[in-house]
């Protein structure tokens, strides 16, 4: 149900970290998902089509990824109900892509965003496909903290 994939910061690496986490695909059961001190720039395939993999996720924690400039699509997880980013510091913007398409973040209730010292945008709309029209995420957003 849970699980954690944590990388010791400065260590020296043999094999990068996007390919140890491409490797390391979770089962569809997983419920609480952590990830910290990964040091790659862009996350592996499972984790950019993370609805798909993972269904049931109702808490993602991601902490201390110094070096990823570019966030999975987490806003298409239908159960994710708590979320914390943190320790992002080459993040610059939070947009659609982070929401993933339509309907982004359905039952996300509490968000926290910590420590993102590059970030410059961040937009809580998105683009409709259907009508062309701007929609808010976070439809029962209940805690923001920053």
């Avoid at 993370?50 to 699509?73: A, G, H, R, T």
């Amino acid at each position: 149900e849970k699980l954690k994939f944590s990388w010791t910061r400065d260590a020296k690496r043999f094999v990068d970290d996007t390919t140890v986490l491409g490797e390391l695909e979770p089962p569809d059961t997983i419920e609480i998902l952590t990830l910290t001190g990964y040091n790659s720039i862009s996350f592996p395939s499972w984790l950019m089509s993370i609805s798909n993999f993972l269904p049931y996720v109702w808490k993602v924690v991601m902490e201390d990824l110094p070096c990823c400039n570019v966030l999975p699509p987490l806003g298409q997880l239908p159960n994710l109900k708590s979320l914390h980013i943190g320790g992002m510091g080459s993040i610059r913007k939070i947009d659609g892509g982070f929401y993933g398409g339509r309907r982004a973040f359905p039952r996300l209730e509490y968000f926290s965003l910590s420590n993102m010292d590059c970030l410059e945008e961040w937009s809580a709309t998105y683009s409709s496909d259907k009508d062309a029209l701007n929609e808010l995420a976070f439809p029962k957003l209940f805690m923001l903290t920053c």
